[in-house]
């Protein structure tokens, strides 16, 4: 069997089997996203990851097989964290409006606490394809599920939950690739109030004030 056939083979992540293996996989992983966030894919190695990590190169192979399975194990984990995190957020909201401001702030959050976070997803694209459109799709399928329902309960006008999903989700990356990357803080109160009038409101004209 030739490399590119092995490639495509689905990998069984190596699990640790005790708690002090898990910590050591934590902290490579941990190791990772910084040094994949500030150096990117391709000058990052394997010996700075175990490097930054304080642990043996060897070490490095007990818990993953290469310096591309660690990349993706990486951008897998970042994902279910995001969606977590914004999940938590959105469930505490009001109303669906209310859930889209709280969702928004837990990503520009988390996008602060990751400095890492746009360039080892971009990354991702051309490192492991698959895992670059599943983490994207993945949060627009919660997203979808959510405006779905909240316009069932009457809370949104009637319209496509895909596309107003994916939408938000481009509405979100691009201030917070400009606020949080860019300038190295979340947006405001004031910019955040005038991002949630374009979705609730969009762009046409107010029908009373015409403005």
């Not at 969606?83 to 409006?97: H, I, P, Q, T, Y």
């Not at 949104?156 to 939950?161: F, Q, R, V, Y």
């Amino acid at each position: 069997m030739d490399k590119d056939a092995l490639r495509k083979e689905p990998l069984k992540e190596l699990i640790p089997a005790t708690a002090r293996g898990e910590a050591t996989r934590r902290k490579l992983l941990d190791s990772a996203e910084a040094e994949f966030g500030s150096k990117g894919f391709h000058t990052a190695s394997v010996s700075s990851i175990t490097q930054r990590a304080g642990v043996g190169q060897g070490t490095f192979y007990l818990y993953f097989r290469t310096k591309e399975e660690i990349f993706s194990t990486l951008v897998k984990e970042i994902g279910r964290n995001l969606r977590k995190e914004m999940g938590v957020a959105v469930a505490a909201g009001s109303n669906r409006l209310d859930a889209e401001r709280r969702g928004l702030e837990a990503f520009f959050a988390f996008a602060q606490a990751h400095p890492g976070l746009y360039r080892i997803v971009q990354e991702a694209q051309f490192v492991d394809e698959p895992v670059f459109r599943d983490y994207y799709e993945r949060l627009a399928k919660g997203y979808s599920s959510g405006l779905t329902a909240a316009s069932a309960q009457g809370e949104l006008s009637p319209g496509d939950a895909e596309v107003r999903a994916w939408a938000i989700m481009g509405v979100g990356h691009m201030l917070g690739l400009k606020h949080c990357l860019w300038q190295g803080k979340a947006p405001d109160k004031a910019l955040l109030d005038e991002i949630m009038r374009f979705v609730a409101d969009g762009i046409a004209p107010h029908p009373k004030s015409g403005k």
